[in-house]
């Protein structure tokens, strides 16, 4: 089993950056894609940015790519997402999640992960 705990959410203003974290633990996680999804409340979860095992490929969601950057610390099994440049739109709970199935492209659609933490709260105030 792994578990995944997020931080790093908070309340911040328009165009305001955010460091969010996500330890993992129980097994090690340096061979598995990870990923970054965000949700509000009547959507469903979307996907922000994913990584493979190695760092050596990311993706990004259009509405994300060029102000927010995906990286994973295998030494330490973290993953972190930077998000500057914040909007309103912005605003959701975000939720890191493991793919524990072998890959090598990264999945965008969230049933392909088995594992998530229980959510960091980011709210982007105008």
């Known amino acids: 089993q792994v578990q995944l705990v997020e931080s790093g959410g908070g309340l911040v203003q328009t165009g305001d950056s955010l460091r969010l974290s996500c330890a993992a633990s129980?097994?090690?996680?340096?061979?598995?894609?990870m990923a970054w999804f965000r949700q509000t409340p009547g959507k469903e979860r979307e996907f922000v940015a994913g990584?493979?095992?190695?760092?050596?490929?990311?993706d990004y969601a259009d509405t994300v790519e060029g102000r927010f950057t995906i990286s994973r610390d295998n030494t330490k099994s973290m993953v972190y997402l930077q998000m500057n440049s914040l909007k309103p739109e912005d605003a959701a709970v975000y939720y890191c999640?493991?793919?524990?199935?072998?890959?090598?492209?990264?999945?965008?659609?969230?049933?392909?992960?088995?594992?998530w933490g229980q959510g960091t709260r980011v709210t982007v105030s105008s």
């Open positions: 999640a493991l793919r524990w199935r072998f890959g090598v492209e990264i999945p965008i659609m969230a049933n392909e992960y088995e594992y």
């Open positions: 129980g097994r090690p996680v340096s061979t598995y894609i």
């Open positions: 990584i493979t095992w190695n760092g050596g490929r990311t």
